[in-house]
């Protein structure tokens, strides 16, 4: 199963916007409205910051926004902050118990 | 809030096989499916193993030969094991619920380590 993809990174200063595209097909993120955004910080698990394609769970800061055009997922992070630097990953369900993650996006914050 | 916590051996001989354990605990379990998800160093994460309690496991299609997945519904634990490992299995191993559409809550992984 191949991986969605993903820019390899990406970076803004303080305050700035970045956004993150996760790019599939019509049989994963195309067809179900079930992607998910994680953020992982070196040696740490994956954390969950949005889900269901633009909810986002109890906790999260509101800057971090997700949405879908066609087959193209995007996390957008707004108000960039120095936290916010980490690796950020997609996942989205692909049908009869497949679950295909994106490929990963390193965020810097410059 | 349901909570997991995993562990398992670190170090695997070639040829050997990987068991890993998963525990559930607080919170409501119903609508969970269960699964495993593996990340090699440096690498994206990749589902591997899911169980519904009472139910057959699934695999990626691409180890399914050498996975096998249960679910102990008296302790509310759930296992893996994979067999003939070889350094290409060598990753952090996580376990995770699936619901809803998202994997969440976490185990605190477990980096195997494949190697004589």
């Known amino acids: 199963q191949s991986a969605l993809t993903q820019p390899h990174s990406v970076s803004g200063s303080p305050g700035q916007s970045v956004t993150i595209s996760c790019t599939g097909s019509?049989?994963?993120?195309?067809?179900?409205?079930?992607v998910s955004w994680y953020q992982q910080y070196p040696d740490s698990a994956p954390k969950l910051i949005v889900t269901s394609v633009n909810k986002r769970p109890s906790g999260v800061p509101d800057r971090f926004s997700g949405s879908k055009s066609g087959s193209t997922a995007s996390l957008t992070i707004s108000g960039l902050q120095a936290e916010d630097e980490a690796d950020y990953y997609c996942?989205?369900?692909?049908?009869?118990?497949?679950?295909?993650f994106g490929s990963g996006t390193k965020v810097t914050v410059l | 809030q349901v909570q997991l916590q995993q562990w398992g051996a670190g170090l695997v001989k070639p040829s050997e096989t990987l068991s890993l354990t998963c525990a559930v605990s607080g919170g409501s379990l119903n609508g969970y499916y269960w699964t495993w998800i593996r990340q090699p160093p440096g690498r994206a994460p990749e589902w591997i193993a899911e169980i519904i309690p009472g139910g057959r496991p699934n695999y990626v299609p691409s180890l399914k030969s050498r996975l096998t997945m249960s679910f102990d519904t008296s302790n509310n634990q759930f296992s893996l094991q994979l067999t003939s490992v070889t350094a290409a299995d060598s990753a952090v191993y996580y376990c995770a619920g699936w619901y809803m559409s998202r994997f969440d809550p976490w185990g605190q992984g477990t980096l195997v380590t494949v190697s004589s």
């Open positions: 996942c989205s369900y692909a049908g009869s118990s497949r679950y295909l």
């Open positions: 019509n049989d994963d993120v195309g067809g179900y409205n079930y």
